[in-house]
């Protein structure tokens, strides 16, 4: 699983990659809060749960990231690690997954706040590159 920030004229842009949608979800999570703090710096000491369902896997990546943000702001904590299930339900698309991370602090070396997960640039896909088929899950997210 990779993930990657890149650049956007407004804002910034997440990418999750990996061989199945739930990989690339738990990457454009990762790249989410990578633009939030250092990653590294941040212990996987807190659990949360999330369930979401959408009618497509873009709707849902959205719901998701913003879920996300939404928890990180309320309780104060920036995520570091992910485990998701991303799975066809009747009408669309179901996420089961759990998300830890810490309270904020002063010894973490913050970034950007992440306020949200937009539309712009949205798309879940499966790609082939070089012989190998990934899936990625991008959006454009407001910084």
């Not at 790249?31 to 849902?60: G, I, N, Q, W, Y």
């Not at 009747?90 to 002063?106: C, M, T």
Request: aromatic share 8%; charged share 30%; hydrophobic share 45%.
């Amino acid at each position: 699983m990779r993930f990657e920030v890149y650049s956007h004229t407004a804002d910034a842009g997440v990418r999750g990659v990996g061989a199945s949608p739930s990989e690339a979800f738990e990457g454009a999570a990762l790249a989410t809060f990578s633009l939030m703090a250092d990653l590294e710096s941040v212990e996987p000491r807190l659990k949360f749960h999330v369930e979401l369902s959408a009618e497509s896997l873009e709707l849902l990546l959205v719901k998701w990231l913003n879920e996300l943000i939404s928890l990180s702001s309320l309780n104060s904590v920036i995520f570091s690690r992910f485990d998701v299930s991303v799975e066809e339900a009747s009408g669309g698309f179901h996420l089961s997954a759990e998300a830890w991370g810490d309270k904020i602090s002063p010894n973490m070396e913050l970034r950007e706040e992440v306020k949200a997960a937009t539309f712009a640039d949205l798309k879940v896909e499966k790609e082939k590159e070089k012989e190998k088929e990934q899936w990625v899950a991008q959006c454009i997210v407001d910084v």
